[in-house]
């Protein structure tokens, strides 16, 4: 019975049921298509199944693409309506053939298509095929899976669950991020981790051992602070962000990113028994920041009197935790990812509340709040030819003025010190370094040992003497967007250039393969091809 059952790819699938529809007279010639938004969701697949359906069906000549507008419904001519059916047929044949053959009434108005609950029927070989007992899962989207595109931060005790569950379900591509090295007190709560590891980047080992886990998985890694030195381009082409973090400071950045690219992210916290887990969609209920206190916010509050110690005391302050807390959090937060990913439910802007001394679980809801500032969502994303480390700041200003109008300024992310000043000397010493690498030792007077006064800005207007530096001088980290604004509108750019570099899920594989979407985007973008070999292949003796 089952090798009777003809396969058909995704798309084929998509193209069937869409043809079908076109021969049911669901979608009538000189009408456009439903938007792709309303296709995938009726049709439950990806954006890229979709499309290359829809492509198929425009090589066919039964639809065509019109720039800017949709997918236009030819008039079926002899031959066209017989490409029709032969892809109608593909999908069942009583749907296509009986639907040729008999005139169907038309329909009085726009109907939406049938929603296929079911998959098709795909026996899997468990012998050679890892991820085939998830095709017994009926909602189970092995395509879906295999396209994500989901950033870890954090690569703890929690991230270390999360990236391990990742591989296993086959995640297709993996971006870590980790600021911190191993240590040996890790190495009781982190799987992914060994004991000759010392010394080593998180970030870097959890992503190898991610791939050694599922060889199938693209990953990459990032050694650097989400607070700082992620661009938010990539952000903008995840579907997933999972949190695993230990404190207020980075969830807080996590999620505003997330929020101004409108992606949803998962966060957990543990801490001895206890841990909660909780999903932030933009635009669904609270934030993380909602679900703060005034005592918190306050706290977090970078630009009160004294910006370096308040930065300091962020980083301390680690809790106790165990391996099995670690694992049931980081547990559900795999879980909720895999279920955005496939559209399931999701309570977003409620946190799971788990107690492992009473074995306790509840839900409970988080309040929105109206004047919460991270409410914002970039609009449209300018994506520029420009590199972070090659663009200066009058280059940005001057294509935000073309835009904008001479009063244009340029908002910038984070503060960016100017100077130190001792109030007892009366030295002034210049910086022009991003808040986050001042440390707290720095700001004390070489001279005297007080600690000096910051002076700091996060408005470029065109006044200041340094507008000839780079942005990466800056600390404006590659692939970011950068938001200008005259008073009235906001313009949002993309440092696009960077993309080849900042994000291509190749680490701890061989060189690039030719052909790839990063290869081909490397040559449109005119940029000089420099290989990344080096430091993506990173040999890990175990
Ligand atoms: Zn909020
Ligand atoms: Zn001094």
Redesign the pocket.
Known sequence: MASSIPRTTLPELVAGKLAAAILEKQHLPGAYFPSERDLIKDLGVSRASLREGLHILAEAGLIEAHQGVGWLVNELSGPQAAKARKLAVKISPVVGEASAKRKKPKASGPRRLPVAKEKPLHIPNLKTDRLGTFEFISWWEREKVRNARVMVVGAGALGNEVVKNLALMGIGSMYIVDFDRIEAANLSRSILFREQDGGREKSQIAAARAKQINPDVNVQYLHGDVTTDIGLGVFRRMDVIIGCLDNREARLALNRFCHWMGKPWVDGAIQELLGLARVFVPGEG??Y??TLTEQARRELSLRYSCPLLARQNILLGKVPTTPTIASIIGALQAQEALKLLHGLPVEAGKVMHFNGMTNSMHTSAYV??ED?E??WTYGEVVELPARSEHTALADLLRIARADLGKQAVIELDQELVLALECPQCGTKEEVLRPLSEVTLEAGHCPACGTLRQVQMTHLITGEEAFLHRTLASLGIPPLHILRAHNGREYRFYELTGDLPDALHFRHFEGPARVGSPAGRLRIRLGEEVRTSSAKGRVVLVD
Do not use: G
């Open positions: 609270a934030c920041e909602c929105p709040r919460c991270s409410h």
